[in-house]
């Protein structure tokens, strides 16, 4: 725990919640709950900040980036005040009108013209991983829906399509849990997290580098960018990093967490199994269900009121994406996992300008595996109850061994 250094505003509801904490992270649905019926901006002693949990307040500030900026961080820490613990994303960390260059390149490469090009190839692979699933459960094997997966399948094809090769791929998973856990406090997860990462962060950045990357991948085509003079080359390899630090730990979370959902609620599988024409709602159901990405932060770029409260410059305020998606002011039966629900507005990829640029190629993903599993599988069943990772940021799971019931 951290003990509050700031004195709490006069007129803020309070609420004495850790959102960094074991419990917390295990269940936060409850705790979750609490924050919003507070109001929709709280004070939060734990770590003298604000917090928006309802879906109007998390809204208000995703789309208000002028005043609430993202250069100043997107986690706890304020890097007006201290250091960054690694150089800033030029998109995340970054705030218009250098982030609005950064952001056409990487949009115009994740585009929906993209999906088109890779979604044959993302659909094979996804057919053929679950076949390959089938064949050595089969032969005796446990299938662990999390490594075998979660993790195998974006670990696969995203790699694949940025351009980096097979060797070492593993570390975008320790790399991921790093740069997402930091955007917590400075915990005994972040220090973990960040001994792990030790020995990676320097094939992280050697895989930025273009004579590392394929010909045909999107690491090259932000090198090509670089080429037409639209950033330079020093920029080249941070937005690469980008696309290396974003694009899997989320997906691999996106996944298994869809995955826990429907083994978790057969009734909602049966009716995917039926359709697959469902897969893309269900996978979209599950990111508002368990959203991957729990919270991100903003900092106040001046005095400013939020619906009623007065939040003073340089302030951080924490946003619960998480809990905006499960609103009961926002969604009927907000608790209720239901693939047949259409949860357009829902936060999971943020919202505003910096709302994810690669949703397209996440959700192709989501789709691409839930399809596949629907057509060769009638049923998820549990072996064991899941275990989680516990993360400052991600809904991750650490392992999920799962009978894949063929048709
Ligand atoms: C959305 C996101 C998460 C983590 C890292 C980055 C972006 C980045 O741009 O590095």
Same mark, same amino acid.
């Given at each position: 725990m951290t003990t509050a250094t700031v004195e709490a505003p006069a007129g803020v509801p309070v609420v004495d919640i850790d959102p960094f904490d074991s419990n917390f992270l295990t269940s936060p649905y409850e705790d979750h709950k609490r924050l919003r019926d507070a109001g929709p901006v709280v004070w939060m002693p734990a770590y003298g900040i604000y917090g928006a949990a309802q879906h109007v307040s998390v809204h208000a500030v995703l789309n208000d980036h002028a005043t609430f900026i993202s250069g100043a961080g997107v986690g706890l820490a304020n890097f007006n005040k201290e250091e960054p613990f690694?150089?800033?994303?030029?998109?995340?960390?970054a705030d218009p009108p250098s982030h609005t260059k950064a952001r056409a390149i990487l949009a115009r490469i994740l585009s929906p013209k993209t999906v088109m090009q890779i979604r044959a190839r993302f659909t094979a692979e996804a057919e053929s991983l679950v076949e390959q699933l089938l064949e050595r459960q089969a032969a005796g094997e446990t299938i662990d829906a999390v490594k075998h997966i979660g993790e195998a399948y974006p670990l696969k094809v995203f790699p694949d399509a940025v351009g980096v090769g097979n060797e070492g791929r593993e570390n975008l998973l320790l790399y991921g849990d790093m740069i997402f856990n930091a955007?917590?406090?400075?915990n005994e997860r972040l220090r973990k997290a960040a001994e792990r990462v030790e020995p990676v962060t320097a094939w992280i950045m050697a895989h930025c580098a273009r004579e590392n990357l394929s010909k045909d991948g999107f690491g090259e085509q932000i090198w090509r960018a670089a080429d037409a003079g639209e950033i330079s080359p020093a920029e080249a390899p941070m937005l690469v990093r980008s696309f290396l630090s974003a694009g899997v730990d989320t997906t691999v979370n996106g996944i298994g967490n869809a995955l826990l959902c429907l083994a978790r609620h057969p009734d909602q599988y049966d009716q995917l199994h039926a359709d697959h024409s469902l897969a893309r709602p269900a996978f979209e159901e599950s990111l508002r269900f368990?959203?991957? $990405?729990q919270t991100f932060f903003r900092t106040a770029s001046r005095d400013t009121e939020l619906m009623g409260v007065l939040i003073p410059q340089d302030s951080k305020i924490v946003t619960f994406l998480a809990a905006a998606n499960r609103d009961e002011r926002q969604w009927p039966n907000a608790d209720k996992y239901d693939i047949?629900?259409?949860?357009?507005?829902?936060?999971a990829f943020g919202s505003?300008?910096?709302?994810? $640029?690669?949703q397209v190629v996440a959700r192709l993903e989501g789709e691409v595996v839930l399809t596949a599993l629907a057509k060769r599988v009638k049923r998820i069943e549990l072996l064991e109850e899941p275990k989680r990772r516990l993360n400052n940021t991600l809904r991750a799971l650490a392992s999920m061994p799962v009978r894949l019931v063929p048709v």
């Open positions: 690694r150089p800033k994303s030029l998109i995340l960390e955007f917590g406090p400075r368990e959203s991957t $990405v047949q629900r259409r949860p357009a507005g829902h936060m505003g300008i910096h709302g994810c $640029v690669g």
